[in-house]
């Protein structure tokens, strides 16, 4: 998997 | 959205309200750590900087502000009910989690930048604030059932997001190592803690039924 922030999440 | 993130916010709601409700019932801060509810301030301070310019939706939106809002408003009201003359059990050198979660947030980020290490910083604080409360807990010896219901509830809430990150992870390809590697250690943080509220909490439940 791509390591990416999860902008979305609290 | 998934049903574990999902249940992890409500649960990390709840832990607030709960929290709140005791404090204001009682109107007594003792039991509560002072210095966590104050890091937690600076936890989502440092995290939702966000909110200034970028829009994810109303849902995100209106969380991060009730996080924000809620905390101060903790902080405020076990300094209004705090007595001086108490002995305190707060006793926990905070400013020891605040350096290391600095200096995690400085190796671990995403970009060298000033937003982006102050949302690692968070998430390293975060993961650790909880240590001072742990520490009243164990100094007063008994607490009152209501601080660790909170205690417990705001564990489970990042304990539900290693799920999400697992189901994301299969279902969108998804991975924040730092969000996952901090919420791992928080969970492991709590695990002391869970364990102990099993015996004493879920077993005694037991014990009351016929």
Known sequence: GKQTKNHDEL | MNIFR??????????????IHAVSTTKSAQGISLKTQAAYVVVF?????????????L????????????????VFLLNRYKKNSEKTNDIFPVWYLF????????????EFSIVEILW????W?????????????QRTGEAQLLTTHYIFALGLYRALYIPNWIYRYYTEGRMDKIAVISGILQTIVYSDFFYIYY???????????P
């Open chain 2, 6 to 19: 999902i249940l992890g916010d409500i649960s990390h709601l709840i832990s607030i309200l709960i929290l």
């Open chain 2, 45 to 57: 301070v440092s995290r939702y900087l966000d909110l200034f310019f970028r829009y994810v939706s």
């Open chain 2, 59 to 74: 849902y995100n939106t209106l969380m991060k502000l009730f996080f924000i809002v809620s905390s101060i408003y903790v």
């Open chain 2, 99 to 110: 350096g290391g979660a600095f200096v995690f947030a400085l190796i671990f980020n995403y």
């Open chain 2, 120 to 123: 690692s910083f968070s998430l």
């Open chain 2, 125 to 137: 604080l975060e993961s650790v604030a909880i240590i001072p409360q742990l520490v009243v807990l």
């Open chain 2, 199 to 209: 015996k004493k909490v879920v077993k005694n439940l037991k014990f009351k039924l």
